[in-house]
Each structure stands twice: as structure tokens, then as C-alpha cells.
């Protein structure tokens, strides 16, 4: 367990009115400057989602981000998704959206998921085979997924649930040994050897940018995935639209690149008092 988990309940569902403003101005500078980054980058206004990378926020926090108008959240561990589903879920029938998976095989209207006023939520940390359990009822995108094993462990659960559960590649294309994901060169392969299996359905690639200030080496890493993405459109895997790159200091050169997901906490919700 993390030690921050022991240290601060992530299911409390109120925060003071200084945090909710303060996490609405981080809401509504990120969009000004995605919106901005699209229209300089030549993209139609909306082509890029932002989402609200959570971890170590609570429930209050992350329902300030969507009260300004966030649409899509990010956890990075399972332990966290399973402290805090239960609110975000009851918060978000308070407003009449639908937060995470696990409501969508009773939902009304499920069996047209896109007439529903979804909120979905990503897992885009690290998942361990032990943990699948945790997140497959409620995530509906695994943007982790840098093996084949895994990628078969979470198709055969999904397949029982009579689910499809999205993933998306993450390719290390920095090769800092700190990151995870799968090398670039044999990232095409993994892809298209996901996308024969049943119960998971390949929606693009993941990249977390290079621990860089220079602007040519992580724009090149960026670059390098949209390359990938496009090979696996053109290799005949055509939900394979998404590229999930950018976050806080480099989302400006993933929207150049291509990104249609930016990954955002501290710009969002500030500083993180614990990793
Ligand atoms: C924390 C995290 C982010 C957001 O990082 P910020 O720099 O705080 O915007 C994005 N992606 C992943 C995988 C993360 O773990």
C-alpha cells in the first residue's frame, strides 16, 4: 500500500470552496491553453480530450475538476479507483452522469452507451496481473498495456463479462529506464497481436514525454507514436484512432504532434503533496 493512502481519505466528498476554485481556474487555464495549442497547431477546435490525471486527489477534488467541465479522468493505481468509485459514482448521479464502466451493462440506454452522459475512466499507471480484478469492473480504458500476457489475461476476464474493455499500447519511446512500456520497435507487432484477441479492442497508443527541456527530442518521441498509429490504421486496425501524449509541461508539443488525450493533474490540481 502506498503511503500516502494511509494518509489521506480519497473518498471524502467535500473540499472548501478556496480548493474548488482553485482546481476550477487549473480547469479552465488548461482548456484555454489546449484550445489554444489546436488552433495554432492547424486542429479543429474539440480534437483533443483532456484528461484529469487523479492520483492522490480525493473524491471532492476530482468532482471540482468535472463541475468545470473535465470529461474524462486517469487513475494510476487500482487501489485507487476501488477508494474512490463508489463517490465518484454517487457524485456523478447527483448530475446525471455515468462515471466509469461498471454501470453501463444496467444502465438505461446501454445498449446505445454513446446516448448516455458518460464520464469515462482511464487506468494509465501500471497494472499487475493480480490487480485486473480491481479495475475491470469500472475502467473503460487500460492506456497501460505493454505486453501480450497481459493484454490475454485482461481479453479472457473481459470475455466472461460479456464486456470489451479498450486499451491502448504504451511504447517507452524515450528509453528511460524509469518508464515503462513496450520498446518502439516492437511496439507495431504488440498492437496488432492485441487487436486479434477478443474481449479487448485496441484504441490507439500511450507515451509518457522524455524527461527533457529540449523540444526536438520529445517532440521526436511524440512524433515516432503518431508514426505508430498511423501503421496500425493502415494495417487494418481501425479503432486505433487515439494517441495519449502530453501532460502539464509538454501537452503544447503533443497537440503539435497529434495527441487527441492529454494526460493533466498538476496543472489542474497543483503541486502533488505526496508521489
Ligand atoms: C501523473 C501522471 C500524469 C500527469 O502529470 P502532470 O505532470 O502532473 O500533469 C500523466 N500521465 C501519467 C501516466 C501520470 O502518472
Known sequence: MTAYMEHKDLANESIDEARARSIADGVHRVLDDVARAEEQAGRPAGSVQVLAASKTRDVGEIMAAVDAGIRLLGENRPQEIVAKIDGLRAQGAQRGLVIGASDLETAEGADDPEALNRLPLHLIGQLQSNKIGKVLPDADVIESVATLDLAEKIARRMAVRGRTMGV??????SGEDSKSGIAPDEALDLALA???LDGVEVQGFMTVGANVDDEATVRAGFAHLRGLRDAALAAGVASARELSMGMT???????????????????????????
Open 168 to 173: 491502448l499500447i504504451e511504447v517507452n519511446e
Open 194 to 196: 492485441v487487436a486479434a
Open 249 to 275: 509541461g509538454d501537452k503544447e508539443w503533443a497537440i503539435a504532434e497529434g495527441a487527441t488525450i492529454v494526460r493533466i493533474g498538476t496543472g489542474i490540481f497543483g503541486e502533488r503533496d505526496f508521489k
